[in-house]
């Protein structure tokens, strides 16, 4: 059987019995500010509460933190001209394969397509027309309807 750990101050003396604290409640702010307030000498704290050091340190951060944002889109452009061209040179063949083969068959549809195309552009014209025409005479039949256009 385990015996229970006995924690001790600085003078040796004993605080009885304790149970043994998990290593994550040290991570919270409680157990953070304790640990500081027992181990750091009081002129780190005070050097550490005061505001003048923070705004240069912050300042050489932020212009850290922006040279390696720089490095990184550095890095991926030179990496995406670089696969980019690998991945041109490699698909020329297949472009000028597909410029020389495909490209006839393509116009082909187009001008075989074209027939149709004008065929259904005149039905659409007709059949405008003939609502156009649906719309005047049913005008004219209900004079109500229609607008005086001398006014």
Not at 18 to 44: C, I, N
Not at 64 to 77: D, F, R, S, T
């Amino acid at each position: 059987m385990q015996q229970p750990r006995m924690e001790t101050d600085t003078t040796g003396a004993g605080e009885g019995p304790q149970q043994e604290v998990p290593w994550s409640a040290w991570v919270t702010r409680q157990g953070l500010a304790r640990w500081w307030v027992s181990h750091v000498p009081r002129s780190w704290a005070q050097w550490w509460s005061t505001s003048s050091w923070r705004q240069p340190l912050q300042r050489v951060l932020w212009a850290l933190e922006g040279i390696l944002y720089l490095l990184l889109a550095l890095m991926l452009c030179h990496a995406l001209f670089t696969t980019g061209s690998h991945l041109l040179t490699s698909l020329w063949p297949v472009v000028a394969a597909v410029w020389r083969h495909l490209l006839p068959a393509v116009l082909l549809l187009v001008l075989s397509a074209l027939p149709a195309l004008l065929l259904a552009a005149s039905f659409l014209l007709l059949f405008s027309t003939l609502l156009s025409l649906v719309g005047l005479l049913t005008s004219m039949t209900h004079p109500g309807y229609a607008q005086d256009l001398d006014q």
